[in-house]
């Protein structure tokens, strides 16, 4: 059974990477975005900068979402800043700056919002190094209720656990398709939930991730007639590009 953790505010939808249909994802604007829409919860992806910044940003390298190319680890907050991260996605956001942790952890605070934070391994930086930069801010900045950490990384959750425990950082798994042996894995993390692909979740297994007394999430829902069973199968959660699409056919979040 899962060790005892703080009573997470966790609402049935969360934004991800912000509201990512509408605007940039995982910058500011999004997560504005978001809270105008009625979204409690954003998830968010972050990662290290060459001079150990963290920022907000999903991928390695820079070409899809800013007019930069290369990559993320290369660059030192001072050239980071002068990307702009907002153009790509419309006119409306140019001049949309990378944000860095710090940043959106301030917006977070004023906006009373809860944070999915994935910590984004790559192989530039260890997984270790990333836990030990991010989870203290995280920490100092929200209360356990409106946080999670999750990745798929084992070497950067192992870190985050041993800089906190449950009752004070709940953890999510994060895993593509939920693997036979998933139960130790959770156990030896004191892991509050499990963070699937939904398209890849099956009734079965979801039946003994919450039998076992786990939360459920489930990536990248954007069909609400196609996540229907989901619900059924007993989904806490569902993370998606745009959860207003959802609105008024989720459940009402389950505080037991």
């Not at 800089?163 to 892991?191: F, N, R, Y």
Request: a negative charge; glycine letters at 6%; one cysteine or more.
């Amino acid at each position: 059974m899962p060790a005892a953790h703080p009573d997470v505010a966790l609402p049935r939808l969360i934004a991800h990477r912000g509201l990512s249909a509408r605007a940039p994802e995982n910058t500011l604007a999004a997560v504005r975005a978001a809270h105008t829409a009625g979204c409690q919860w954003v998830e968010l992806d972050v990662q290290l900068l060459g001079d150990g910044t963290p920022v907000i940003w999903h991928d390695s390298t820079l070409k899809r979402c800013s007019d930069g190319h290369g990559r993320l680890a290369t660059l030192d907050l001072a050239k980071a800043r002068r990307l702009d991260v907002g153009a790509w996605f419309g006119d409306t956001f140019r001049g949309e700056r990378m944000a860095t942790l710090d940043e959106m952890l301030a917006l977070l605070v004023e906006l009373d919002m809860g944070v999915n934070m994935e910590l984004k391994v790559t192989s530039r930086r260890s997984g270790s190094e990333l836990a030990e930069a991010v989870i203290p801010r995280l920490l100092d900045a929200l209360p356990p209720q409106r946080l999670i950490v999750s990745s798929f990384d084992a070497v950067a959750l192992r870190q985050a656990r041993s800089l906190a425990d449950a009752s004070l950082l709940p953890i999510g798994v994060l895993t593509e398709s939920v693997p036979q042996k998933w139960q130790p894995l959770c156990e030896g993390l004191d892991a509050y939930s499990i963070h699937t692909d939904w398209t890849r979740l099956t009734a079965k297994r979801a039946d003994e991730i919450k039998a076992a007394g786990y939360r459920l999430l489930c990536y990248t829902a954007n069909d609400p007639a196609a996540f229907a069973d989901r619900w059924r199968w007993g989904v806490d959660g569902a993370i998606s590009d745009d959860p207003t699409r959802f609105a008024d056919i989720a459940p009402p979040p389950d505080r037991a």
